[in-house]
């Protein structure tokens, strides 16, 4: 099963930055709207951020709206995530996915072909 692959994250002290990176190495997603979600410990997983098909429309949780930016390049089948700021409460896995139904760019049941995730941990 086609799968994305994310990356980038790290160990940080918070104030710090992390860009992480979603690739798609299989196929491509140039089409569709992507999406970036996090999951803590004991949590469900939540929205991040949310980007259009062309990059033209953007959608942010208000957690993270003025430190985080989400990016995508469909010339390298690629989304980033820039992360400036980090809070200890940024601290999860954080997954990348493919918006393949709905309306709602805020529910992960709306996602598919998520990958394993990249752990971001932010210390104080």
């Known amino acids: 099963q086609v799968q994305l692959v994310e990356s980038g994250g790290g160990l940080v002290q918070a104030g710090g930055s992390l860009r992480l990176s979603c690739a798609a190495p299989?196929?491509?997603?140039?089409?569709?709207?992507m999406g970036w979600f996090r999951q803590a410990p004991g949590k469900e997983r939540a929205f991040v951020a949310g980007?259009?098909?062309?990059?033209?429309?953007?959608s942010y949780a208000d957690s993270v709206k003025g430190r985080f930016t989400i990016s995508r390049d469909n010339t390298k089948n690629a989304m980033y995530l820039q992360m400036n700021n980090l809070k200890p409460e940024d601290t999860a896995v954080y997954y990348c996915?493919?918006?393949?139904?709905?309306?709602?760019?805020?529910?992960?049941?709306?996602?598919?072909?998520w990958g394993q995730g990249t752990q971001v941990t932010v210390s104080s």
């Open positions: 980007i259009s098909w062309n990059g033209g429309r953007t």
């Open positions: 996915g493919v918006k393949m139904r709905g309306s709602d760019w805020d529910r992960a049941t709306n996602y598919d072909y």
């Open positions: 299989e196929r491509s997603f140039s089409s569709y709207a």
